[in-house]
């Protein structure tokens, strides 16, 4: 676009303001450096530390020499204030490119000031929509502008998370970089169906049971509420659509729904869920911004907002007829953390999941050994059982059903070495997910669950003897030929908590010598077959990390030639 003078200055600030790039000499300051002494413009000087107040921070851009440019702006007390500063003698048109690229943000949200209308129309060549002003003034004037508010930011903290970021960028050592860098090579496209009612038994299964990155959490626990939802996808007003996601590795399926309703007043979000299987990829970022950035009243927790990147520029459009990737043939089935829907979509386009299940608030998981261990008839004939958030004697019906007929069965089940074991006044004893038990006993049913609920004191050894019987049990239900893969746990980045580290290093030299004694099972150490630096919280793992285990467990189908 091109760029404007101070007389035009009505709609300028056509989006809110996140960078202003200012030029230096004749524009920031008066003079020009190499040629003497400069004078300062104390109201630039204000103005910089004005923005940053307002979480915008600034940046420079000139053709001068670097260390005399710095020790100027030192001296003037504002350096600080500067995020990847470009102070070289080259075209300003390439390098406000670079500069915008390098700090992840898209071009109309910055603004560059430059005195020089070269400068500014080679600029806006090679920054489509980026905002072009000839002086300072203009963006003084225009500070009560709605798109140049910002937020109140009294600590810096904007200005600061800039500066770690222009840090991590000039070594390329940082993480998140690292799993950018990924997802730009994965090749991810992302479909929008507006023909729901094909997809309905996914969308529902998605409303009730995906629960990290259901923003809404509008589930459809009645008949009622579903015949409100086929309704709602008919009337004036509403637009629902499922996002379908693919990439170079495999297709997702139906991964997304959304419901919005615009009217004269608003325009919402009545439903806007995701699974857990493209966690860590941007595809909710950047539906949400397909769609306009409709109002959406998020009910937490949720792993990720919807602002995680500066901005998704890995995801391409993709059309109903694309050719896709050979999906591989096996039948998985998975057992464990949220994090397991990654790892499946890596492995298989036919998997089954005993993943993390949302009960309303709160969460039932299956890594449980009595879910192994049990008898389904003694489960379903506990009245006191279906008063609680747990599994079913359905749900182990279900998973005997798949195990004789999976392929692959792939375990993680560390966390049945926690000790929230409790035993029911029906004699029955179950392992409770810990944040479940908190909000159980921060409910109203909190008298009610210790009355009918004794807590199970399960030594360290006994847990694991727990673990083994689980393990045993599943190779031997399992059908001929199948091999059962169970993941180590993460012992790496716990110097903090070495007590923890031990107790899992213990956890994973048991498994592994249970998976030496049983010809079906196959044991491999994540803290091996990934990178340290994909780790993100000492649990999870940069998608990165989830392709590397899948290739691992892939390569155990070279053991049917031998």
Same mark, same amino acid.
């Given at each position: 676009?091109?760029?404007?003078?101070?007389?035009?200055?009505?709609?300028?600030?056509?989006?809110?303001?996140?960078?202003?790039?200012w030029?230096?000499?004749?524009?920031?300051?008066?003079?020009?450096l190499?040629?003497?002494?400069?004078?300062?413009?104390?109201?630039?000087?204000?103005?910089?530390?004005?923005?940053?107040?307002?979480?915008?921070?600034?940046?420079?851009?000139?053709?001068?020499?670097?260390?005399?440019?710095?020790?100027?702006?030192?001296?003037?007390?504002?350096?600080?204030?500067?995020?990847?500063?470009?102070?070289?003698?080259?075209?300003?048109?390439?390098?406000?490119?670079?500069?915008v690229?390098?700090?992840?943000? @898209?071009?109309?949200n910055?603004?560059?000031?430059?005195?020089?209308?070269?400068?500014?129309?080679?600029?806006?060549?090679?920054?489509?929509?980026?905002?072009?002003?000839?002086?300072?003034r203009?963006?003084?004037?225009?500070?009560?502008?709605?798109?140049?508010?910002?937020?109140?930011?009294?600590?810096?903290?904007?200005?600061?998370?800039?500066?770690?970021?222009?840090?991590?960028v000039?070594?390329?050592?940082?993480?998140a970089?690292?799993?950018?860098?990924?997802?730009?090579?994965?090749? +991810?496209?992302?479909?929008?169906?507006?023909?729901?009612?094909?997809?309905?038994?996914?969308?529902?299964?998605?409303?009730?049971?995906?629960?990290?990155?259901?923003?809404?959490?509008?589930?459809?626990?009645?008949?009622?509420?579903?015949?409100?939802?086929?309704?709602?996808m008919t009337?004036f007003?509403?637009?629902?659509?499922?996002? *379908?996601?693919r990439?170079?590795?495999?297709?997702?399926g139906?991964?997304?729904?959304?419901? =919005?309703?615009?009217?004269?007043?608003?325009?919402?979000?009545?439903?806007?869920?995701?699974?857990?299987? *493209?966690?860590?990829?941007?595809?909710?970022?950047?539906?949400?911004?397909?769609?306009?950035?409709?109002?959406?009243?998020?009910?937490?927790?949720v792993?990720?907002?919807?602002?995680?990147?500066?901005?998704?520029d890995? +995801?391409?459009?993709?059309?109903?007829?694309?050719?896709?990737?050979?999906?591989?043939?096996?039948?998985?089935?998975?057992?464990?953390?949220?994090?397991?829907?990654?790892?499946?979509?890596?492995?298989?386009?036919?998997?089954?999941?005993?993943?993390?299940?949302?009960?309303?608030?709160?969460?039932?998981?299956?890594?449980?050994?009595?879910?192994?261990?049990?008898?389904?008839?003694?489960?379903?004939?506990?009245?006191?059982?279906?008063q609680?958030?747990?599994?079913?004697?359905?749900?182990?019906?279900?998973?005997?059903?798949?195990?004789?007929?999976?392929?692959?069965v792939?375990?993680?089940?560390?966390?049945?070495?926690?000790?929230?074991?409790?035993?029911?006044?029906?004699?029955?004893?179950?392992?409770?997910?810990?944040? =479940?038990?908190?909000?159980?006993?921060?409910?109203?049913r909190? +008298?009610?669950f210790?009355?009918?609920?004794?807590?199970?004191?399960f030594?360290?050894?006994? @847990?694991?003897?727990k673990?083994?019987?689980?393990?045993?049990?599943?190779?031997?239900?399992?059908?001929?030929?199948?091999?059962?893969?169970?993941?180590?746990?993460?012992?790496?980045?716990?110097?903090?908590?070495?007590?923890?580290?031990?107790?899992?290093?213990?956890?994973?030299?048991?498994?592994?010598?249970?998976?030496?004694?049983?010809?079906?099972?196959?044991?491999?150490?994540?803290?091996?077959?990934?990178?340290?630096?994909?780790?993100?919280?000492?649990?999870?793992?940069?998608?990165?990390?989830?392709?590397?285990?899948?290739?691992?467990?892939? =390569?155990?189908?070279?053991?049917?030639?031998?």
């Amino acid at each position: 676009m091109p760029f404007i003078n101070s007389v035009q200055v009505a709609n300028v600030f056509s989006q809110p303001v996140k960078l202003v790039v200012w030029d230096l000499d004749e524009t920031f300051w008066k003079g020009t450096l190499s040629e003497g002494t400069i004078a300062p413009i104390p109201e630039n000087l204000e103005l910089v530390q004005t923005l940053a107040g307002r979480g915008i921070v600034s940046s420079v851009c000139s053709k001068n020499d670097f260390e005399t440019a710095e020790r100027e702006l030192k001296r003037l007390g504002i350096w600080e204030y500067f995020v990847c500063p470009v102070i070289q003698w080259s075209p300003k048109g390439p390098a406000v490119k670079e500069l915008v690229e390098s700090v992840n943000l @898209r071009a109309e949200n910055v603004v560059f000031v430059d005195d020089n209308p070269a400068n500014l129309a080679e600029a806006a060549y090679h920054c489509p929509r980026l905002m072009c002003i000839d002086r300072p003034r203009v963006l003084a004037e225009a500070l009560d502008h709605p798109n140049l508010l910002g937020k109140a930011d009294p600590e810096l903290t904007r200005l600061k998370q800039y500066r770690l970021l222009a840090t991590r960028v000039s070594d390329k050592q940082a993480s998140a970089l690292s799993n950018v860098e990924f997802l730009r090579q994965s090749g +991810i496209t992302l479909e929008i169906r507006y023909d729901v009612e094909p997809h309905m038994d996914r969308v529902v299964e998605l409303l009730n049971r995906a629960n990290q990155l259901n923003f809404t959490k509008n589930r459809l626990e009645s008949e009622d509420e579903r015949r409100r939802l086929d309704h709602q996808m008919t009337a004036f007003g509403f637009k629902a659509g499922v996002v *379908i996601v693919r990439d170079r590795y495999c297709d997702y399926g139906v991964v997304g729904f959304f419901l =919005t309703l615009s009217t004269l007043k608003t325009y919402c979000c009545e439903h806007f869920v995701f699974s857990c299987r *493209i966690l860590n990829m941007g595809v909710e970022q950047y539906v949400y911004e397909y769609l306009n950035q409709p109002v959406i009243n998020i009910r937490g927790p949720v792993a990720n907002g919807l602002e995680s990147f500066e901005r998704v520029d890995w +995801i391409r459009e993709a059309t109903h007829d694309q050719n896709l990737n050979d999906l591989k043939k096996h039948k998985l089935l998975l057992v464990g953390g949220c994090d397991m829907l990654q790892l499946s979509s890596y492995c298989s386009g036919h998997s089954v999941e005993f993943t993390n299940r949302a009960a309303g608030e709160l969460i039932i998981r299956f890594d449980d050994p009595y879910f192994f261990l049990s008898n389904p008839e003694v489960i379903k004939a506990s009245p006191l059982r279906r008063q609680i958030p747990a599994w079913t004697a359905e749900d182990m019906v279900e998973f005997e059903k798949h195990l004789t007929d999976a392929d692959f069965v792939i375990l993680s089940f560390y966390e049945m070495m926690t000790v929230t074991y409790f035993q029911g006044t029906d004699g029955l004893t179950l392992r409770f997910h810990e944040d =479940t038990l908190k909000d159980l006993l921060k409910s109203e049913r909190a +008298i009610w669950f210790v009355r009918h609920f004794a807590h199970v004191e399960f030594s360290f050894e006994q @847990r694991l003897e727990k673990v083994r019987l689980s393990l045993e049990t599943i190779a031997r239900r399992s059908k001929t030929g199948a091999k059962v893969v169970i993941l180590s746990e993460n012992v790496r980045q716990m110097d903090h908590n070495r007590a923890e580290a031990d107790r899992r290093s213990r956890y994973n030299e048991f498994v592994q010598k249970v998976c030496g004694e049983v010809p079906k099972m196959h044991y491999i150490n994540v803290n091996t077959v990934t990178n340290e630096e994909w780790i993100l919280d000492g649990w999870h793992m940069s998608r990165q990390g989830y392709l590397e285990l899948a290739k691992e467990i892939m =390569t155990l189908t070279l053991l049917d030639s031998t």
